[in-house]
């Protein structure tokens, strides 16, 4: 049987990504006379090789299919000084920051903006820790790029100021679902992976939703022991979104996740390799490389001698365009707080509010007028009310030691 749709969709596909069938056809592994042939709708398509078109046409997408991002970043500085990290390091102005009299990791209090924590203590071990995780992350771009300054520059001005690299997470993101985790799973399953990690761990999860339906929340694979210094972590994002925020799968712009999260030592000879290069492609694919490759069964051989899977070969680099460390930048707005509220509160208010109209009684106004605002929605209001150009700080930079 033909598929009119998927044929016109692939033709639609490889003229706007710009590729000839000949081109399309190596990948795929066959002739351009056969897949004239399909696109003419003369040939019927089996479902493996529409799975192959389809994975094989976006490698070839403009949009880069794999992207890299820095997901985690927690480094420690050498003082109890939080204002001067704010405003050397961060180059914000701390008057946009919430002072909070707590803290966790054994901090006695911290800074906080939007995502952007900044611990702090008076004991001189500790020092100050700045932590982003992967909104804090995102927030952060949103300042470097108002500052004209990249990751690379941030990095430098974190060691600069003499910060010991706590934790460090690249992720490298697949828009085109071309990693497959269930596969990659079913292959260290069975044996077809060469790794010096002595330990993996993988989830296959479902939820129970609201219709005590099971929902799928995705598949996991952890190479190595999650306690170490180095561990990866590849895992279908799409799945951990709709489990997370309700966003349909087929909607998500990444549908999976590979990650490095390094701590320690590891996080802090991957900066100095970063900042050595500025090539976080290089960083990223040369410690995956390191630690394992996946492969393909070949009986008459010995395991050292089989041939690297194609589908792995072309993520770690093969054939493939080179990929960049990029930014998403993302402000810190009142969605999540908004997303609560209409998800937690609203039905509440709604029935006071009809309860109020039945008796007519002003239970619901006289709460509102009652209440207080705490010094943290005193500092959203001034978030929303400010912009990003006016929260950071003009700092002169501070001259490096020329070590990186």
């Known amino acids: 049987m033909i598929d009119k749709d998927f044929i016109e969709k ?3 596909k490889r003229d706007e ?3 000839t069938q000949t081109r399309l056809a190596v990948a795929c592994g066959i002739s351009r006379e056969h897949y004239n042939r399909i696109e003419k709708g003369k040939l019927p398509l089996t479902e493996e090789l529409k799975e192959t078109l389809e994975k ?7 949009q880069e299919p794999l992207f890299l991002l820095i997901d985690y970043f927690r480094v420690r500085f050498p003082t109890t000084d939080a204002l001067k990290i704010i405003h050397d390091v961060l180059q914000l102005k701390a008057d946009y920051m919430l002072y909070e009299d707590y803290g966790k990791y054994g901090y006695e209090s911290k800074y906080v903006l939007g995502d952007i924590n900044i611990m702090c203590s008076m004991q001189e071990h500790l020092g100050v820790l ?3 995780k992967g909104k804090g992350c995102r927030q952060m771009e949103c300042y470097l790029l108002a500052q004209e300054r990249s990751w690379y520059d941030f990095m430098l001005d974190c060691m600069t100021a003499g910060g010991v690299m706590k934790r460090l997470d690249l992720a490298v993101n697949d828009r085109a679902g071309i990693l497959d985790i269930p596969r990659l799973k079913a292959k260290y399953k069975a044996g077809e992976c060469i790794s010096y990690f002595r330990k993996q761990k993988d989830y296959s999860g479902t939820e129970k939703c609201g219709s005590d339906t099971p929902k799928n929340t995705g598949e996991t694979l952890y190479l190595g022991s999650t306690s170490s210094e180095l561990y990866m972590c590849a895992y279908q994002k799409n799945y951990e979104q709709y489990v997370k925020n309700g966003t349909e799968v087929e909607d998500m712009e990444i549908k999976n996740r590979f990650e490095i999260r390094m701590k320690n030592e590891r996080a802090y000879y991957a900066v100095v390799d970063l900042l050595t290069y500025r090539d976080a492609e290089r960083t990223a694919f040369s410690i995956i490389s390191h630690y394992v490759c996946f492969v393909d069964r070949e009986d008459d ?3 050292s001698q089989w041939k690297m899977n194609g589908d792995w ?7 493939r365009e080179p ?3 990029t930014t998403k930048p993302e402000p810190y707005t009142l969605q999540k707080a908004l997303h609560w509220l209409q998800s ?4 509440t208010i709604k029935m006071v509010q009809a309860l109020d109209k039945e008796n007519h009684t002003t239970i619901l106004k006289d709460m509102i007028e009652q209440a207080e605002l705490k010094d943290r929605h005193k500092h959203l209001l001034q978030l929303e009310k400010s912009r990003i150009e006016e929260r950071i700080d003009t700092a002169v930079p501070q001259e490096n030691n020329g070590i990186f």
Do not use: H, M
């Open 344 to 347: 937690q509160v609203a039905p």
């Open 323 to 325: 990929i960049r460390l």
């Open 56 to 62: 094989q046409i976006e490698r070839f997408n403009p």
């Open 130 to 132: 700045l932590e982003l």
């Open 301 to 303: 051989k010995p395991k």
């Open 10 to 12: 692939l033709k639609c």
């Open 313 to 319: 070969a072309w993520f770690i680099g093969e054939n």
């Open 17 to 19: 990504y710009g590729i």
